[in-house]
């Protein structure tokens, strides 16, 4: 028998607040020194109080918002109890039956196929500190604890690791649209739970027993763990067997799943109502003021550049892809347009020589030196017949280099085409006067050294003679000559 994986994915993103959760602390710890970012509240010390960050709540409100999910009118924090040295309060302050958000959805796009993965709930809760297991000693830094961690809880409803990655993507390329979270998996910024079962093909019953992965610390760890998780629950089903409810986790240096806790031993959080918060009322208002600020997200802007500006689906997703990029290039077709440039012209700058200069020197867009407007004065130039398209790109190249202006970059390097009747008369008299023995080869009747006396005069140009106007000169000269 066949068998089809069933995945759910929770993802955590850290929000780029400036302070914690419930606390004053900065909540910016990278690179600062160990417990330095502290206050009682976040060290987890009797009889301290928290207070909500109103601008996480803001923050997972806008990203519900852009999941299309459900704002409901109250929300409420509850304690999720269990005991890890990481947890300084015995508690984690999270959110149970009264969530921020719920049932909204992510598009993603696999091979072409578009296809919905529902969002069952987008919540706000707390991070723990970190532990560090050094030379058989642990050690903990508190920066980490309170910093606010948005779950955004996925239905079931990835088939495939490609669509998990896929959604994986999507979901950080919203979060960084917003600029709500880095997405940033180096630093710790979203991690991945695994929910997975496998079911006969062709079926659509759920499976009661899903297998748990927790601790997935980038996308790649998601996805090798889904997939050893997918093939050692087949194994598993083919050899007649029963797959066990438990929690794993990975094991990234030998890429295996290992029990960390089977059904019997699961936890009971015992949840109730955090008393030291007040319960949460979202009016209508601000919801509604929220999602004014919602920016142009990734599907539509994507689909404007294919619809308005004409480009490939290719082109528009690798343009969409970071935020940045594409407000650079909206700026870049925006200011073209009193010249006439075809956004098509300026997509093939970016996505062609400019990406290519970032890759060499490993810039991001922020660093790039050449302002947008320049890239269509560039195109200008190419389309007034200033310049041919392969001297563009030392112009270009130098422009990456300094961020100086195409115009000024032609006119001191002297690359500009020399259209000039007069000046190429006059070359095309000195050409004619130097080399007798081609011309009179060409009065003869050898009518192929015209290319050569061309070639001597691009030669005396350094390549820049506008090579019509140059042979059409050459042509009249010598025809002059014959009678
Ligand atoms: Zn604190």
């Known amino acids: 028998m066949n068998f089809e994986p069933v995945i759910g994915l929770e993802v955590h993103a850290q929000l780029l607040t400036h302070s914690k959760m419930f606390c004053g602390c900065s909540a910016d710890y990278a690179g600062a020194a160990p417990n330095t970012h502290v206050c009682p509240v976040c060290l987890g010390m009797p009889g301290s109080l ?3 960050n109103k601008t996480a709540v803001e923050y997972t409100i806008l990203t519900a918002l852009a999941f299309h999910c459900e704002i409901p009118e109250f929300a409420k924090f509850d304690r999720k109890n269990y005991h890890y040295p990481d947890l300084m309060k015995g508690y984690q302050i999270s959110q149970y039956d009264l969530p921020l ?3 909204g959805y992510i598009l993603i796009n696999d091979a072409g196929q578009q296809k919905n993965i529902r969002i069952r709930r987008v919540h706000l809760e707390e991070d723990t500190a970190k532990l560090f297991h050094v030379d058989g000693t ?9 910093v606010p961690l948005m779950e955004i809880v996925s239905e079931p409803d990835m088939h495939s690791v490609e669509e998990a ?5 999507k979901l950080r390329q919203i979060l960084r649209y917003l600029g709500v979270s880095s997405g940033d998996m180096e630093k710790g910024a979203m991690r991945f739970e695994a ?18 992965i927790k601790n997935l610390n980038s996308l790649r760890a998601m996805m090798h763990a889904t997939e050893y998780e997918i093939k050692r629950q087949s194994r598993i089903l083919q050899a007649g067997g029963i797959v066990e409810q438990e929690t794993m986790g990975w094991d990234e240096a030998r890429g295996v799943t290992y029990t960390q806790r089977s059904k019997e031993e ?45 480009l490939s689906a290719y082109d528009a997703d690798v343009i969409t892809a970071e935020k940045q990029v594409a407000d650079y290039y909206d700026r870049a077709v925006e200011a073209g347009k009193e010249r006439g440039v ?4 300026i997509a093939n700058w970016v996505t062609g020589e400019l990406f290519r200069l970032m890759n060499d020197s490993s810039a991001e867009i922020t660093q790039v030196k050449i ?10 130039l190419i389309n007034k017949g200033t310049i041919t398209t392969t001297i563009a790109k030392q112009v270009f190249e130098e422009m990456f280099r300094t961020g100086r202006d195409p115009e000024a970059v032609v006119k001191e390097k002297g690359l500009a085409v020399i259209s000039d009747t007069g000046a190429l008369a006059a070359i095309a008299d000195r050409v004619i006067g130097e080399n007798p023995k081609p011309v009179k080869d060409y009065l003869a009747g050898k009518e192929a050294t015209l290319k050569f006396l061309v070639g001597q005069m691009m030669k005396a140009t350094k390549g820049q003679a506008n090579p019509t106007l140059a042979a059409e000169l050459l042509t009249q000269k010598l025809l002059a000559l014959k009678d």
């Open 101 to 103: 958000s719920r049932n």
């Open 195 to 212: 929910n997975i079962s496998l079911r006969p093909q062709g079926t659509t019953q759920l499976s009661a027993t899903r297998v748990e």
């Open 138 to 146: 642990s050690l903990i830094d508190v920066n980490r604890s309170g």
């Open 342 to 345: 075809d956004p098509k012209a």
């Open 50 to 52: 928290p207070v909500i």
């Open 371 to 380: 302002a947008p407007a320049q890239i269509p004065a560039l195109v200008a």
């Open 266 to 310: 699961a936890h009971d959080y015992r949840y109730f109502p955090e008393p030291d918060l007040p319960r949460l009322e979202i009016s209508r208002v601000w919801v509604s003021a929220l999602r004014a600020l919602l920016p142009e997200l990734p599907d539509d802007k994507r689909e404007r550049l294919v619809r308005d500006y004409g």
């Open 165 to 169: 990655r896929l959604y994986s993507l």
